[in-house]
């Protein structure tokens, strides 16, 4: 089916482990995203990238590491996480805004670090 | 720099009360685009409207309108005869044309409607 998955739903992991969130989009959409929603800031920017091996930071990049090795997919890497990452994390993709595309999101992963 | 506000945190209503839901936008830029997302209590993200900066032209759809005033720089949301499926919170986000495509997001309005 087309559209754009995270897995897993739910984590909890503990303070200081290492944890991948998985992104896959079927589009072939060119762009990808990373967001974390937090209560009274909204969804806020980690990372982003414009096409396979070129990403860019966002808004609240650190402690965080993303890859792009292929079009479809776009991980999201808790080096060490902290309990201030305990989000809702969002991965979404799209095309570029002047063609007329807007931003899909995923169903997003729940994260708790405890 | 760039900026939404939604001033609004919670709004509460009675179901068939119409409902404004208010968006301030800043940004430098001369081409832009305006967007609604609602996220209802299951939490998934659904886009309801994009609006380029050169569109000024109102917007409705069903029960939904959007009134687009670059003079004050505002995009608001108008859910008329709002329905106790209408309750969520709705985010409304800027994003410039500097070929990244990124979203800025407002902190939401959550909105309750009540039978």
């Known amino acids: 089916d087309a559209g754009i998955t995270q897995s897993p739903r739910y984590k909890i992991t503990e303070t200081g482990r290492q944890v991948t969130l998985m992104c896959h989009q079927t589009w072939s959409h060119s762009y990808m995203f990373w967001y974390r929603q937090d209560l009274g800031h909204g969804l806020r920017l980690i990372y982003y990238?414009?096409?396979?091996?070129?990403?860019d930071k966002g808004e609240v990049p650190d402690g965080y590491v993303v890859s792009r090795s292929k079009t479809e997919n776009f991980p999201l890497t808790l080096e060490s996480a902290t309990r201030s990452q305990t989000s809702v994390y969002f991965c979404?993709?799209?095309?570029?805004?002047?063609?007329?595309?807007?931003?899909?999101f995923g169903q997003g992963t729940r994260l708790t670090v405890v | 720099a760039q900026k939404v506000t939604q001033a609004q945190t919670e709004i509460s209503v009675v179901e068939k009360e119409d409902v404004t839901l208010d968006c301030v936008y800043e940004?430098?830029?001369?081409?832009?685009?305006l967007f609604w997302y609602k996220q209802p209590p299951s939490g998934e993200l659904v886009f309801l409207i994009r609006?380029?900066?050169?569109?000024?032209q109102n917007e409705i759809s069903g029960r939904y309108s959007w009134n687009f005033q670059k003079s004050t720089s505002s995009f608001n949301f108008t859910i008329t005869a709002s329905q106790v499926v209408d309750s969520a919170v709705y985010f409304c986000a800027l994003s410039e044309r500097d070929n990244t495509d990124k979203l800025i997001f407002g902190t939401g309005t959550r909105l309750q409607v009540f039978p």
């Open positions: 979404a993709s799209g095309g570029p805004t002047d063609m007329n595309t807007e931003a899909f």
């Open positions: 940004t430098r830029d001369t081409t832009y685009y």
């Open positions: 990238s414009a096409a396979a091996d070129i990403t």
């Open positions: 609006r380029n900066s050169f569109d000024e």
